[in-house]
């Protein structure tokens, strides 16, 4: 993106000292073939209380009902 527009200043998000998902040794342990495993088998399920997934779904959060 930056070769496309050089006249911008690119900021990675999100800034320092915040979130290093890139260098998380946990993250970096997912694969393309491991996350196609997860969709394909829709495994592993997450199982939430109907109640805490509705208040989960408040007017702000845009999730699916």
């Not at 260098?23 to 394909?40: A, F, G, I, V």
Request: proline share 8%; charged share 30%.
């Amino acid at each position: 993106m930056e070769m496309a527009c050089p006249d911008k200043t690119f900021i990675s998000a999100p800034g320092e000292g915040g979130c290093a998902c890139s260098e998380c040794p946990h993250m970096k342990l997912n694969t393309m073939e491991k996350l196609y495993l997860c969709m394909r088998d829709r495994k592993p399920e997450i199982i939430l209380d109907e109640q805490l997934r509705l208040r989960a779904c408040g007017p702000s959060s845009g999730c699916w009902r």
